[in-house]
Structure formats: C-alpha cells, structure tokens
C-alpha cells in the first residue's frame, strides 16, 4: 500500500473513532443531565392528645370552621418536609401526600421560608368532608428551597396507629431520605 492511501486510511480511521468518542460522550452527558433529580422528603407522624393508658378518661379536641364544630380524640399531626436538592430551580413543583388506611385528612397548611415562597393546597375540603390524599404546589422550587407542610388527620375508629404516609411526585424526581418518624 503506497503511503497516500496509508495515511488517508489512518486519517478516516482517525476521524471515524473520533466521532464515535464524540457520540459516547453525548449519551453519558444526556443521560447525567436527564437524570433523576433528587427532593430530600422528611415525614413525621404523632398524636395531637397523649394516648392514655386507661379506658376510663378520654380528651377530645374540637375543630371548628365557619359553623361547624367537630370533636375528635384519634387525630394526629404529621409534618412534611419537602427540600430542592437539585441543581435547577423550578416555577413550580408540585406533590401529592397520600394516606392510606381510613386515615383521613381535616386539615393541612403550608409554609415556606418567607413570603416569596408559596406553597398551598390545590383541593377543596373541609372539616366535615374529610380527604385521604392531599396535593399541593410548591411556587418557586428553587435550589435547596425548604418548604413544610403540617397535616391534621385522623384515623378510623379502634385504630391505635396511623397507616403508611406516601409522598408522590413527578417520575423525573427521586425521594431522597423519606422516612416516617414517630410512627
């Protein structure tokens, strides 16, 4: 092979596995880029009233909105905590709190740090119509933004613990360090 046609085989060559580098290199970044990003989820559980150890005495705590007024002795208190561990901010970010169980929910607020963060319910209910799955939106949701949300609900009758407490959101994220504590 004369040296012409060796040196433009080596220079196609060359070319050829430069491109398929180049190629590979692409779909490692698309695939880093797209991938999963993280929210840091905390989920904490708890009884509003202690749990006597006597049938004797019981307590109730009475909720009341516009006119109605409800008693309940089996409510319970979770908190929510919801962090931006993502390298991106978002407009908005939105996630569902689901109960299972019969647990339900008769109320639930939302808090940012301040002002400029909103956070708030998208489903009607009240005290009288209570839930099992709550979703709420997240305005922004920029990086390491923390926003908590406190859940009042309660639990069916004979029931002694609360049953397991999701939170879902969309599939291009991922939970990082959910827990439910006080369980």
Do not use: W
């Amino acid at each position: 092979m004369d040296p012409i046609n060796l040196q433009l085989l080596v220079s196609v060559a060359t070319l050829f596995t430069g491109a398929v580098a180049a190629k590979f290199l692409d779909i490692l970044y698309q695939k880093y880029i797209n991938r999963p990003q993280g929210v840091g989820v905390n989920i904490d559980a708890n009884p509003v009233l202690p749990i006597l150890p006597t049938n004797n005495i019981s307590m109730n705590i009475a909720f009341k909105q516009n006119t109605t007024v409800l008693d309940f002795d089996n409510l319970y208190a979770a908190t929510v905590d919801i962090e931006n561990l993502t390298d991106k901010d978002y407009d908005c970010f939105q996630f569902g709190v689901d109960f299972s169980g019969g647990d339900k929910v008769i109320y639930a607020e939302g808090t940012g740090k301040d002002r400029y963060q909103n956070i708030s319910s998208v489903n009607n209910y009240d005290i009288s119509n209570p839930i099992d799955k709550i979703d709420f939106v997240c305005k922004p949701f920029n990086k390491r933004d923390k926003y908590k949300v406190t859940v009042f609900f309660t639990l069916p009758c004979g029931s002694q613990s609360t049953s397991k407490i999701k939170i879902l959101f969309n599939s291009q994220f991922k939970t990082i360090g959910q827990g439910t504590f006080g369980h």
